[in-house]
């Protein structure tokens, strides 16, 4: 049976698309390599639709990507008519519109765990987004941390409304960076041997001064560990990072090529909606150290989990993760470990909430 489906790619256009955008860019991705008769069509302001880059179908919100969220509130600018399915990727909608079938994705309650992590705005706009949310049983809620779903329950949604849905760590087309053009990289500023690599933003839940701290500690008693390199973009907030070397943004293929080549990644954020770079990491097969609040790999026996607020505990972690095994069987394990999160698995879930 053929189904025409609209997804919200808005998020592609803003400042700090974070983790959303790749989730975007993997859903449509994984849609697209299902053997399934699905018209998809992309819904956003012109500035997301310019970055999208993929061959689906576009349809424009004709307004600036400010003020979609408080529109797609109360109207479903923008969505074409008939189609089956409309599918929010954020809590920004869209909302408002009578279709056959309503869903929107729901990452974290990050404005309640972090509140000091956002701004006053930003959290009274999440916060009435969830209350409406809560309120419109007739829209199914996709969410994508396993750690989500007993807290939704606990605030009144019943079961029936939530679908869990895999996020995807799988690249197509993508080829890591081959070693020289890592280590050109890490030369040019300065690191030479081995390393120790935090991927993602760079912002105060992230708990980079902590990260630092515990580093500086464990490498300490353990050189192995070789500097801490960050890699990504700023994010929002003023977050320290010490004496460690800061990359800045790298290309997809040098990403993938400092995970492999990385000796530990760690990842020790004080709260996290996923966390996808413990994931990425693992199936490049080395070593993590992730904080017990990350959702994307809680139940992963192949991570050292540590306490985020406790700089002894990371510290500890990191030395314990140098001694874990590095030969091809411990690699090929870790991998295993999260081998279900393809972007295909995402289409697929997201199939079975919208049917």
């Not at 996290?272 to 097969?285: C, K, N, S, W």
Request: include cysteine.
């Amino acid at each position: 049976m053929s189904r025409s489906v609209v997804v919200s790619v808005d998020q592609l256009s803003r400042p700090q698309p974070g983790g959303i955008a790749s989730y975007v860019r993997g859903l449509l991705r994984g849609l697209s390599e299902l053997d399934e008769d699905i018209a998809v069509t992309a819904l956003g302001p012109e500035s997301a639709l310019t970055l999208l880059g993929e061959p689906v179908a576009r349809a424009l919100v004709p307004v600036s990507a400010r003020l979609t969220p408080q529109i797609w509130r109360y109207r479903a600018l923008g969505v074409p008519r008939g189609v089956d399915v409309v599918h929010a990727t954020s809590m920004a909608g869209p909302f408002g519109g009578a279709h056959q079938r309503q869903t929107v994705a729901l990452h974290d309650l990050l404005w309640r765990d972090e509140p000091q992590a956002t701004t006053a705005r930003g959290a009274r706009f999440h916060e009435n987004r969830l209350q409406y949310l809560l309120r419109r049983d007739d829209i199914r809620l996709l969410t994508s941390s396993p750690l989500l779903p007993p807290r939704l329950e606990a605030l009144g949604v019943d079961p029936s409304r939530i679908f869990p849905i895999r996020l995807g760590v799988d690249d197509a087309g993508v080829i890591p960076a081959p070693s020289p053009a890592v280590h050109h990289l890490l030369a040019t500023a300065g690191v030479r041997g081995p390393f120790t690599l935090h991927a993602g933003t760079r912002e105060p839940r992230k708990n980079t001064a902590a990260l630092v701290a515990a580093h500086r500690l464990a490498r300490a008693q353990e050189p192995a560990l070789g500097p801490l390199v960050f890699v990504g973009p700023d994010g929002w907030g003023a977050a320290p990072t010490g004496d460690a070397v800061v990359l800045g943004a790298v290309s997809r293929e040098l990403l993938l090529g400092l995970y492999r080549e990385a000796t530990i990644v760690a990842y020790v954020p004080r709260a996290e909606g996923f966390g996808l770079p413990p994931v990425e990491a693992l199936r490049a097969g080395t070593r993590v150290v992730a904080s017990t609040t990350c959702p994307s790999v809680a139940t992963n026996l192949e991570v050292v989990r540590v306490d985020p607020l406790d700089v002894d505990a990371i510290a500890d972690g990191l030395v314990t993760a140098v001694h874990l095994h590095t030969d091809e069987h411990a690699a090929l394990r870790r991998q295993a470990s999260v081998a279900d999160l393809t972007w295909r698995n995402c289409a697929l879930d997201h199939l079975a909430a919208w049917s």
